[in-house]
């Protein structure tokens, strides 16, 4: 598969998961290092776009790259978004849930899924499954890459 194949497939993906959690932003990144670098991206405001870097340490993915386990926030006060994100401030994200992309038991990035707006409700288990489900696709398909 080229690059722009699974770029196209993925970005696909993330507009179709976003549609379904109700959530603005869709991203597939790539850790490395201290490094968070987009390679997807599907944005109602388009405030982001693929190939941009970023300090890992100010995403928000950074616990799910840390832990190697899906996160969500849904219903914390802003407050507590603070103490949590560096990011906050300057990108009020209120809902966010994020999956790594785990190749041979190390995280390669991390899928997530955010929004400015508050959700009406948690996240279910079926929305947790979703993004698990798509994390562990894209896994299968990074390996089959090529220019």
């Given at each position: 598969?080229?690059?722009t194949q699974?770029?196209d ?5 993330l ?13 597939l ?70 999956a790594?992309i ?13 929004s ?5 409700e948690?996240?279910?288990e ?22």
């Amino acid at each position: 598969m080229r690059v722009t194949q699974f770029k196209d497939r993925v970005t696909n993906s993330l507009r179709h998961v976003n549609d379904e959690l109700g959530t603005t932003l869709g991203v597939l990144a790539r850790i490395d290092g201290k490094s968070y670098e987009l390679i997807a991206v599907d944005s109602n405001s388009g405030a982001f776009v693929a190939g941009e870097k970023f300090a890992l340490d100010d995403c928000y993915c950074r616990e799910v790259c840390e832990t190697g386990r899906l996160l969500t926030r849904s219903d914390s006060a802003p407050e507590e978004h603070e103490s949590h994100h560096p990011l906050y401030r300057s990108l009020p994200l209120e809902c966010y849930i994020g999956a790594p992309i785990q190749i041979d038991g190390e995280v390669w990035g991390c899928v997530n899924f955010s929004s400015m707006a508050q959700r009406g409700e948690p996240f279910s288990e079926s929305d947790e499954a979703l993004v698990e489900t798509l994390a562990r696709q894209i896994a299968t398909l990074l390996p089959r890459l090529s220019d």
